[in-house]
């Protein structure tokens, strides 16, 4: 375990690591892009690397409740690739997925055989509505995805986001009723 390298819970001053580093990845849809705005929101849920005060790469963790916690936009600078920072982030992401209790963890990336170490498989996407609903519907890569779906845990069997089924709105039959007025 590389002992130079710290993690710890973001703070709002990693915003601007956080949103230049994800963003300097969304171009070719490695990752999604996200505002500053949205990182600053988000911030409490990065957890970032960093080595002698340089910021080395971040991740965060998205709970949607107790079933289920979703690793996030984890990258590390490519200068920094190979020096542990990925594990490293990992490792605190899934720390506190298991503090907050939550059953499963997922995530969708194109490197599987990085996250098969650390005890995720690969999983049917079909079986995490809550990340189908909150990011793949404005995903550019919609209906040509080709990230892996993988899950530390066991499939969730319930979703909290969105529709459980589309549902069609009733309609209100008018009553017409005569006041005797001749009107």
Avoid: W
């Avoid at 002698?52 to 963790?61: H, K, M, Y």
């Avoid at 998205?62 to 490519?78: D, M, N, T, W």
């Amino acid at each position: 375990m590389p002992s130079d390298i710290r993690v710890h819970k973001a703070h709002v001053q990693d915003a601007r690591n956080v949103f230049d580093l994800v963003n300097s990845l969304s171009g070719d849809g490695t990752l999604l892009r996200r505002s500053y705005a949205e990182i600053c929101e988000n911030i409490r849920d990065f957890t970032v690397a960093e080595r002698d005060d340089e910021f080395l790469g971040c991740g965060a963790l998205h709970l949607y409740g107790p079933h289920l916690a979703e690793v996030r936009s984890i990258v590390v600078k490519p200068e920094a690739k190979g020096l542990g920072a990925g594990g490293l982030l990992l490792k605190a992401l899934i720390e506190e997925a298991e503090e907050h209790e939550v059953m499963s963890v997922c995530l969708f990336t194109r490197i599987p055989e990085f996250f098969d170490h650390y005890g995720f498989r690969v999983a049917d996407r079909a079986a995490m509505p809550d990340k189908i609903y909150k990011d793949c519907q404005t995903c550019p890569r919609l209906y040509a995805c080709d990230e892996v779906a993988m899950v530390r845990g066991p499939l969730p069997n319930v979703a909290v986001l969105g529709p459980s089924k589309l549902q069609r709105p009733e309609l209100v039959t008018l009553q017409l009723t005569s006041t005797g007025t001749g009107r």
